[in-house]
């Protein structure tokens, strides 16, 4: 993808990029503003999302939250940042300095490789490698190593426990999240992300989340995974308050904590992202097939482009604010239930989900009856699911409201959205 | 990449990365230093395979080596109590008969290498679906067959730490 770019260039400038010599400058300027956009990317999506989050979870908490900065508290993550920027870089006394200091950029690399690979539109990925969704499980790898570098190099007792929690969490959860996807893999038969979005269609019984109730459940298993992965609440046991303080960045202060905390809320939009390409179709747009949009040319590209990025984005905003409702749903669990719920529970229902799905792959015609009596079944699942779930968030809503009238005689603030 | 002098930047730069990770495994008296070299070293090797375009080679030296043996090896280390008091065996004053070993070893690879035809240049193509349908076709035994020895060292490896029958747990 990103060879087309430079060849492009290349053009541009009236050179052959088959005979051009320095056609190794090009790509790797290239690569270099491609890596910067998706920064920035990240850098605007991370700083909202905190604000966005605190403001949800004040919320559900019945209080206010940041409202101070700009409107709303919507600059909030500004002021943040800019706080951490200016504050001194400490490093303790009885920590190993260069493993200390190192950390904080393992964690935030293996986080940002992952964008190489992650699709924003039907054109707009960096790299779309055969082994994508592989390459994917694996550089997450560079994250634990952070977190233990982290964990070990402050000379902490509690950053100590965080990280070996953090790395015995994500080891163990990288398997039934891994069995899951494979599940997906074997439903699209290839592991390249554009490959997965295009082995599924634009409406909802083309998903794969609807495809049979195999994947249906995989879904399940896959984003909870992920969600530990991420070491959110209610799977947070390395930075437990109550009981570690903050876990492996315990120790941490100024710009090198903000890196921990980037990769923590850019993952949101990781996991958001992964389960939509996975499950959701990516950035599919209806009665729009794939070749289409590669046939087309100049601005009709372009608009195709910013089209599918905001489908695709739609979606894995959505995701991104369910996470963050689970989060501040759910209580956390402790490390025997965290440990029996992935052996336990998570792995053996991700292998049934795969052997399940492999056995409809070679049992069931595609586009048979039989085929869309499971995509029906699934999707009347899914329907219950989210109708019971709305009723619910609205049944806690309306009890929030009246038991708030009667104590203050004022209305509560809803709906959510309109804040105090 | 095509370009001799990039592609020899890049794989001299990628080897120093992995020998100097290797280097620091061996002559460094921290063992968890050691250990996180050891991550370095792995790392530099994913970045060959990747560099000779060995795509789900290098993914899966990431999967396996990063992401799984070195976290083992480094919660193994730090979980490890007095480690402070323990001396580590590689003790730097033992370098003859580590190169020895090691010129030795250099030597016997250059025989190898030398009997394979160098300098073949193949396109740069997917590797995933060769490698699957060798491995679940032409070398279904052999990779059966690991998977036992693997389930053996598994149970193995429970049954030893389980301990003795009436211990804690």
Redesign the interface.
């Known amino acids: 993808m990103l060879r087309d770019v430079a060849d492009w260039i290349e053009r541009l400038f009236g050179l052959d990029p088959a005979t051009f ?1 320095y ?2 400058i090009t ?1 790797a300027v290239v690569i270099g503003i491609v890596a910067l956009m998706a920064f920035v990317f990240i850098a605007i999506f991370a700083g909202p999302v905190t604000w966005w989050e605190r403001r949800i979870a004040a919320r559900m908490m019945s209080r206010i939250g940041p409202n101070r900065v700009g409107p709303q508290g919507v600059l909030q993550w500004l002021a943040d940042g800019i706080k951490n920027f200016l504050k001194e870089d400490l490093v303790p006394a009885a920590a ?1 300095g260069p ?1 200390f200091k190192f950390a904080p950029y393992l964690v935030f690399g293996g986080f940002m490789a992952t964008f190489v690979v992650l699709p924003f539109g039907a054109n707009l990925i960096a790299a779309d ?3 994508g969704l ?2 994917l ?6 994250v ?2 952070g977190m ?2 982290a964990g ?1 190099s402050s000379n902490n007792k509690w950053a ?1 426990f965080g990280g ?1 929690r953090s ?2 969490q994500l ?1 163990s959860y ?1 398997i039934p999240s891994a069995f899951s996807l494979m599940a997906v893999v074997l439903a699209a038969g290839t ?1 390249s992300m554009q490959g997965i979005i295009k082995a599924q269609g634009a409406w909802p019984w083309e998903w794969f989340l609807f495809r049979n109730p195999f994947l249906f459940v995989a879904f399940f298993t896959s984003l909870t995974s992920s969600i530990a992965e991420g070491n959110r609440t209610p799977f947070d046991l390395p930075e437990g308050e109550s009981e570690l303080v903050a876990g492996y960045h315990v120790e941490y202060s100024g710009m090198r904590f903000l890196w921990f905390m980037f990769a923590e809320w850019g993952n949101l939009w990781v996991l958001s992202s992964l389960a939509t390409v996975c499950f959701l179709g990516g950035w599919q747009i209806p009665f729009v097939s794939p070749a289409d949009i590669a046939a087309s040319t100049g601005l009709a590209f372009w608009g195709w482009q910013a089209l599918t990025f905001a489908v695709f984005a739609t979606k894995a905003s959505l995701l991104v604010a369910f996470v963050i409702q689970v989060r501040w749903t759910l209580p956390r669990l402790r490390v025997d239930q965290l440990m029996i719920t992935c052996w336990k529970y998570l792995v053996p229902l991700a292998l049934f989900c795969l052997s399940g799905v492999l056995v409809l792959l070679w049992a069931v015609e595609e586009k048979g009856a039989l085929d869309w009596a499971l995509r029906g079944v699934s999707m009347a699942a899914g329907l219950v699911l989210a109708v019971a779930s709305f009723r619910k968030t609205r049944a806690s809503y309306m009890a929030d409201r009246d038991l708030y009238r009667r104590m203050e005689g004022k209305e509560l603030w809803y709906p959510p959205f309109r804040l105090p | ?3 001799p002098v ?1 592609s020899a930047i890049v794989f001299y730069a990628l080897a120093a990365f992995t020998l100097i990770g290797a280097g620091v495994v061996a002559l460094s008296g921290n063992i ?2 050691s250990a ?1 070299a050891l ?1 370095a070293a792995l ?1 530099g090797m994913a970045g060959l395979y990747a560099f000779l375009s060995a ?2 080679l290098a ?2 030296q ?2 396996v080596y ?3 043996i ?3 090896v ?2 193994a280390v ?2 490890t109590s007095g480690l402070d008091d323990s001396r580590t065996s590689n003790s730097t004053t033992r370098l003859v008969g580590g190169i020895a070993v090691m010129l030795a070893v250099a030597a016997a690879a250059f025989v190898a290498a030398s009997a394979i035809p160098s300098g073949v240049e193949s396109a740069v193509a ?3 679906a060769p490698i699957g349908d060798l491995l679940l076709g032409r070398f279904v035994l052999p990779f059966e067959v690991v998977s036992v020895v693997l389930l053996a060292a598994l149970l193995g490896a429970v049954t030893l730490a389980r301990g003795v029958k009436g211990g804690d747990r």
Request: aromatic share 12%; proline share 2%.
């Open positions: 010599a056609s190794w790509n190993d493993l490698l055969d082994v592989l390459y499980l694996a550089i997450t790898g560079l634990v190593i233990l570098m070990w100590l070996i790395a015995a080891v990288e592991m | 990449m095509s370009d990039v968890v230093h996180f991550f790392f795509d789900l993914v899966v990431m999967l990063v992401g799984g070195s976290v083992l480094l919660f730090m979980l997917p590797t995933t």
